[in-house]
């Protein structure tokens, strides 16, 4: 069974970071692509970030182009999306998304495979 878990939301005031984690847990020994998506109040789920099986090659959303960095950790299938400069319109739920098929997903949600359960972020004025 493939477990997707999320962490490091929570509160933060406009102008500060945050360093969202992601771990999933497979039942093979490969590396995944995987991708971070938010999805905000009324809002449709949109693609914010991700990185290929071998950390290399990440793509940003434009809304956050800049002020993040995705990043993949030492444990197999972990990835980190450290945001800066946070605005009031980042806050939403955060999801983390996992490629199990290679499928070259991205930015295209439809694409991956396994998903978190998501992890709030919220940005104050």
């Known amino acids: 069974q493939v477990h997707v878990v999320e962490s490091g939301g929570g509160l933060v005031q406009a102008g500060g970071s945050l360093r969202l984690s992601c771990a999933a847990t497979l039942r093979t020994l490969d590396y995944y692509p995987m991708g971070w998506f938010r999805q905000a109040p009324g809002k449709e789920r949109e693609f914010v970030a991700a990185?290929?099986?071998?950390?290399?090659?990440?793509l940003y959303a434009d809304s956050v182009k800049g002020r993040s960095t995705i990043s993949r950790g030492n444990a197999k299938n972990t990835v980190y999306l450290e945001m800066n400069s946070l605005k009031v319109e980042d806050t939403a739920v955060y999801y983390c998304?996992?490629?199990?098929?290679?499928?070259?997903?991205?930015?295209?949600?439809?694409?991956?495979?396994?998903w978190g359960q998501g992890t709030q972020v919220t940005v104050s004025s």
């Open positions: 990185i290929s099986w071998s950390g290399t090659m990440p």
């Open positions: 998304a996992v490629d199990s098929h290679f499928r070259g997903a991205y930015s295209d949600s439809a694409l991956y495979d396994y």
